[in-house]
């Protein structure tokens, strides 16, 4: 089974910075990563899947990348809304796998 | 718009069984995969298990194999997860979701708001 990693697993950034969060798996899924925002006490909700594509009404300040073992979800300015924990996930093999996700709070 | 409300959820003794239920509405949910994913306090998410749009196929996370059942009811667009021997660290907000089941990534493009399931004698 596909296993993922995410680093760092949590992080202290200030409004405006530009915040990177990487996702690796344990092997080869080309691009089948999705990435999701939870904020305490909220449903996760999806902000790209493909690795790359944003979902609809996403604000562009987010971004993704990545294909094979190495992903990143980019936040290019936060905004304090965006203060939240952040998971990848990824389809294999008819099974379904969270990373561990990364928590961005206030520094 | 897409709904998803789960019920079911309260506080069970380990060893007993506890159904639980996600009303859809909203959207054709026989055209869609449908999922539980499952949280324990402070922690992080779990996919749970997944039942294809024509009920035929269903797929379990291996910490669950034999005890989760999933299944689905197109005659109330409700899906279900029946949950046999709970045991203390099943305790976890179970959340149901949709996936966007014509994109091949699958994504989880909606989730109800859960519902938590305590285990505790």
Redesign the interface.
Known sequence: DTQLTQSPSSLSASVGDRVTITCRASQDIDTYLNWYQQKPGKAPKLLLSGASNLETGVPSRFSGGGSGTLFTLTISSLQPEDFATYYCQQYDNLLFTFGPGTTVDVK | QVQLVESGGGVVQPGTSLRLSCAASGFSFSDYDM?W?RQAPGK????VA?IWYDGNNK?Y??SVKGRFTISRDKSTNTLHLQIHSLRAEDTAVY?CARD?TS???????S????TLVTVSS
């Open positions: 999922h994913v992080g998410l779990e996919w997944v797929y996370a291996e959340f966007r994109d091949g990534t699958l994504p989880l493009d989730w109800g708001q859960g």
